[in-house]
């Protein structure tokens, strides 16, 4: 048995500053355990804070596709091969992969000439929308869910669905549910939540809803946004959309529905970094929070919107499906797809002004969705992990 085992983590999609990111830069750091983690490139302010915050971590950060591009297909291929030799110098135990969203940053294990443990972590959106989506895509999930020692999801549903694509590797396919920091445990900044709303111009007597899903298609952000159209224009509330991408294509094409319809003075985009506990503060201040993506796993706004007392409306997903029947979380489900009826819902709660009742709710997340209390439960993975590759290999 290795008890202080070297880990390497490799995040492909979001960087430091990510919420879902930054908890597992937490996690570990002051760990026992050598502990090294992988970004995509990021600027060198931003290097030296994390070298500042987290002394302990090493980091490696891997080129960006732009910095690619301007490598020719050889030099691409010369660069995975040293990335390959910079993680086999490490002489990790266990690699925990999160994420396919940057090939790039896949191929590399493709290549090792040591063998760590892979555990591989899919979030939701590799596997609903990258697997189905492109042949090329198709064919590495395949090759790494296969290569993969163990196989994690952040929600039951998903594993199920994996299960059902690779029923013969069902074995190595296990459930670890995320959660959320500490401080989310802890009353909310008031001056915050006062400047916040001072900040949005926010009326006393004004509802306020809010969405804080990532730019994406999957986050239906026009569906959210055509249902707003239609709630009649005497009702007092204000939509606030947050999210830091302020220039993306998806971020322009809202801004001009917006403009289009006249809503103005109802929607307003939040595009500013948020601290967590500013973070905490936005959904204090919120009466409705959404999570309206197509496909999931488990979203920590839920959590975030729970424990700040709001209501929930979200998209009839096979993840929320769960969390409603099994989990039986007071929870409202809509097809997002149909607007009238999410307007319908939203006036609902506009009009009859209640704070949910989350006693029950509350005790689940407490005793199942604090994070910090995964840390053991990761390190023992690990650790068993590496005896029974060990055991195999003897």
């Known amino acids: 048995m290795i008890d202080n085992p070297s880990i390497l983590l490799i995040f492909t999609g979001a960087g430091p500053r990510s919420v879902n990111v930054k908890k597992w830069l937490d996690l570990f750091a002051n760990s026992e355990v050598q502990i090294s983690i992988m970004f995509r490139n990021i600027t060198q302010q931003e290097k030296q804070n994390l070298k500042k915050h987290y002394p302990h971590l090493n980091f490696i950060f891997f080129k960006t596709i732009n910095e690619l591009k301007n490598l020719s297909l050889i030099k691409r291929y010369q660069y995975i091969r040293e990335i390959s030799c910079t993680i086999d110098q490490l002489k990790v135990d266990v690699i925990h992969l999160h994420g396919a969203f940057y090939n790039y940053m896949v191929y590399p294990l493709f290549f090792l000439k040591t063998r760590p443990v892979l555990i591989y972590n899919v979030w939701g959106s590799d596997f609903n929308l990258k697997f189905k989506k492109k042949l090329k895509n198709t064919f590495i999930l395949k090759a790494l869910i296969k290569k993969s020692d163990l196989v994690l999801t952040n929600w039951f549903q998903l594993a199920l669905e994996i299960k059902e694509h690779f029923p013969s590797l069902k074995e190595k396919i296990k459930t670890i549910p995320w959660g959320v920091s500490d401080e989310l445990f802890n009353p909310p900044n008031q001056e915050y939540i006062r400047r916040l709303k001072r900040e949005f111009g926010i009326a006393d007597d004004e509802y306020v809803l809010l969405y804080t899903r990532g730019l ?73 929070v959404f999570s309206l993506t197509t496909k999931e796993q488990f979203s920590q706004v839920i959590v975030e919107a729970i424990l700040a007392d709001c209501h929930l409306i979200l998209h009839q997903n096979p993840a929320y499906h769960f969390l409603k029947e099994v989990f039986r979380f ?47 439960e990761f390190l023992k993975l690990y650790r068993d992990l590496i005896a029974e590759k060990m055991g195999k290999e003897n």
Do not use: C, W
């Open 216 to 288: 994406v298609q999957n986050s239906n952000h026009d569906k959210l946004l055509k249902s707003i159209s239609l709630i009649p224009e005497n009702l007092k509330f204000k939509l606030i959309i947050h999210n830091t991408k302020s220039k993306s294509v998806i971020a322009q094409n809202l801004k001009k529905y917006v403009q289009k319809k006249g809503l103005d003075r109802k929607v307003i985009f939040s595009e500013h970094y948020l601290s967590d506990s500013q973070m905490q503060a936005l959904y204090h201040m919120a009466d409705l």
């Open 330 to 376: 007071n929870i409202e489900l809509v097809d997002v797809f149909k607007p009238a009826q999410l307007a319908q819902r939203i006036e609902y709660f506009i009009q009859n002004r209640f704070r949910p009742q989350y006693q029950y709710e509350k005790m689940v997340i407490d005793r199942l969705f604090r994070f910090s209390a995964k840390r053991n």
